[in-house]
């Protein structure tokens, strides 16, 4: 007995059981809860996709046990009842009345396939005995449930399932558990989309065996046998395609979770497939929708048609212009340097910069409006003039550190005031991740896609005074056209939305952002080819509106201020350096931070204190923290982390660095 057991164990060691098929499985890209969002075919050209016990309905299992393996539970790989009973009917009747197989030998023989043959046999029920010793009942079933050939490249229950009956096989009634138990015995023959009368009859003996050992009940047996059985194949899952492969790229063989949510990334699928039939031109659509509090991407639809033309362009992540869509981030920093206020007066007239221009959509000036009109109604002169103050270069460099990647025009260093008006090129994935930090009160973080990936740490670009401003004046921009006002369920959203239109009416934007979602719509052509007169407000805007109707129901309307939002009736009730805004503001002298420097790293103690100082500038400097006041020029800082400091002079100059503290114990 020593020897023998000695043996089987050196022999076990020498010969371990072949698992790479078993471990060359589908790549399978799921959504937020494990829901089958596309799958890719194996090396090999099968659908194979990972199955396990508690893949499957309890039926199913019943039903496999008492067809192929009652003692399953009990034996050791081997049934020795089983091959006795099988073996006397061979000697009485002259010809192999039923097989000995149990599942554990089935496991063995789809890892391992051979031509059948006693040798074969023995051989595989000495792996099934060497299954047996190294894994649990539960793993060996594993193996079949993924192996078990159904039919043309269909390997498992949970890819015929898919295939035949368009769900999972937790999902599955009796009548279909019983089609996928009689498959794998003659998989050819009893295909059900080609031979539909030989599956027919292959799964009533299932449903005979099952009832005749109790699997099921008499009620199960009659509906399940006046079930039909299917006629065709269906199609496997294939939401988020363009996202999907480029996931299934980086991670091969594997179970890549995501953040996507497979109900919101079909609604909005078929929102854009229903919306493109309504484009006067068949033009393509892209939409990504962000959850604001985790910084998912809940929906990713890179266009209507995924095999038609330029369908395989992941317009999610195309760079295009952006037109007027990312002006709310340049008013943002403006507000976040208190150089102005959402009721300052701007000036809207003709003023050249340079030697460029700029004029407003309609060729027309407004004269001194007040910034937040400036904003809703999208005036170029007042946004280039604000970008001015700003600087384009600091603009540049908080797009950067927001986790977006701006592509510049051939020859441009960054310095171009043109930025205000789309001279730049931004990806609807990144204008998601851009707006969804103002919507969480100016923390920046790229959306996340993986959900086994740690989230990026989010980065304070913004105080949440700032932030809330440009919410507070989008959330009255004005309608598309079509929208006397939005249903009382849009109204308790408190939509902020803004949209943008390219030269040449190449691209329309529109991106819409509450307290819970951010959602971006980008209407064009994959070429480029203009669309005259499509522009954001009417060909993107709805789509937003109506994704947003789409989305889990929340309530905006009591969420309080920050205590640092100034509120004004008017600009005349703002400091003077609030108060106006003009082409002829003279910025030479204004204050320059001397301590810290920017990117500085500062190691201070708990309660460690720092002093501040700036040189230049005109009477009292004012300093903020994140664009919160500080009372003088010592900051303590509450924690670790970045920091954003600014100092503001009477005459409405500015300046501002980012600084990193780490808090030692």
Avoid: C
């Avoid at 893949?55 to 009990?74: C, G, T």
């Avoid at 649990?136 to 490249?153: C, D, F, Q, V, W």
């Avoid at 369920?489 to 939305?497: F, K, S, T």
């Amino acid at each position: 007995m020593a020897l023998t057991a000695t043996s089987a164990l050196v022999l076990d060691r020498l010969f371990p059981p072949d698992l790479s098929r078993y471990r060359m499985r589908s790549t399978e890209i799921v959504d937020a809860n494990g829901r089958l969002l596309r799958a890719f075919l194996t090396a090999d050209g099968k659908w194979r996709l990972r199955t396990t016990v508690d893949d499957v309905d309890p039926v199913y299992l019943a039903l496999l046990k008492a067809y192929e393996d009652r003692r399953f539970d009990e034996h050791w790989g081997v049934d020795p009842i089983a091959m006795v009973r099988a073996a006397g009917q061979w000697i009485g009747r002259g010809h192999i009345v039923s097989g000995a197989s149990t599942l554990s030998m089935q496991a063995a023989r789809l890892l391992e396939p051979r031509r059948r043959s006693l040798l074969a046999k023995a051989i595989q029920s000495a792996r099934a005995l060497q299954l047996e010793w190294r894994y649990s009942k539960r793993e060996i079933l594993a193996i079949y449930l993924t192996l078990a050939p159904m039919g043309g490249n269909l390997e498992g229950v949970r890819a015929a399932s898919f295939a035949y009956f368009g769900k999972e096989p937790r999902q599955l009634i009796a009548a279909q558990a019983a089609l996928l138990v009689a498959l794998p015995q003659s998989p050819e023959r009893r295909r059900p989309d080609r031979a539909p009368n030989s599956a027919h009859l292959g799964r009533n003996r299932v449903l005979v065996r099952g009832l005749e050992h109790g699997a099921i009940d008499r009620a199960s047996f009659e509906r399940a046998e006046s079930e039909a059985v299917p006629d065709r194949r269906l199609a496997l899952p294939m939401a988020a395609p363009h996202l999907a492969a480029r996931l299934a790229a980086s991670s091969p063989g594997t179970v890549v979770p995501t953040t996507l949510r497979f109900d919101l990334q079909e609604t909005f699928a078929r929102l854009v497939r229903e919306e493109r039939h309504q484009t006067p031109d068949d033009a393509d659509i892209a939409l990504v929708a962000v959850d604001n509090r985790t910084g998912g991407v809940v929906a990713w639809v890179s266009g209507a048609n995924y095999f038609g033309r330029a369908g395989q362009v992941d317009l999610v992540r195309a760079h295009r212009s952006p037109g007027s869509a990312l002006k709310p981030l340049i008013y943002a920093l403006a507000f976040d340097d208190r150089r102005l206020h959402p009721e300052s007066l701007i000036e809207d007239v003709p003023v050249r910069f340079k030697a460029w221009q700029p004029r407003n959509f309609d060729h027309g000036h407004m004269g001194a409006v007040t910034v937040r009109r400036a904003l809703q109604q999208s005036l170029n002169v007042p946004a280039v003039l604000a970008l001015e103050r700003v600087g384009p270069e600091r603009f540049l460099a908080t797009l950067r550190a927001a986790g977006a990647n701006p592509i510049l025009p051939r020859g441009d260093p960054g310095d171009s005031l043109g930025m205000a008006l789309g001279s730049l090129a931004i990806s609807p994935l990144e204008m998601a991740g851009l707006y969804s930090g103002l919507a969480n009160g100016g923390l920046f973080a790229p959306p996340r896609v993986r959900r086994d990936a740690p989230p990026a740490a989010p980065v304070r670009l913004l105080g949440p005074a700032a932030a809330w401003y440009v919410a507070d004046i989008l959330v009255d921009a004005p309608l598309p056209d079509g929208f006397a006002s939005l249903p009382v369920a849009l109204r308790e959203r408190r939509i902020a939305y803004k949209t943008g239109t390219s030269a040449g009416f190449r691209d329309a934007w529109a991106v819409g952002f509450t307290a819970n979602w951010t959602v971006v719509v980008w209407v064009g052509h994959a070429d480029g080819t203009t669309r005259p007169g499509q522009i954001g407000r009417l060909a993107a805007l709805p789509i937003v509106l109506k994704a947003f109707d789409r989305l889990p129901a929340e309530d905006n309307r009591a969420i309080p201020p920050p205590d640092d939002v100034l509120r004004v009736a008017s600009w005349h009730d703002l400091p003077p350096r609030l108060q106006r805004l003009g082409p002829t503001a003279d910025m030479a002298g204004g204050p320059r931070i001397a301590y810290p420097p920017a990117g500085a790293r500062l190691e201070l103690h708990v309660h460690e204190a720092v002093s501040l100082s700036a040189h230049g500038g005109d009477g009292r400097l004012r300093w903020l923290i994140d664009g919160r006041p500080l009372d003088g020029a010592t900051w303590t800082p509450d924690g670790s982390g970045q920091a954003r400091i600014a100092v503001v002079d009477q005459a409405g100059r500015s300046s501002a660095v980012t600084v990193q503290v780490l808090r030692r114990p």
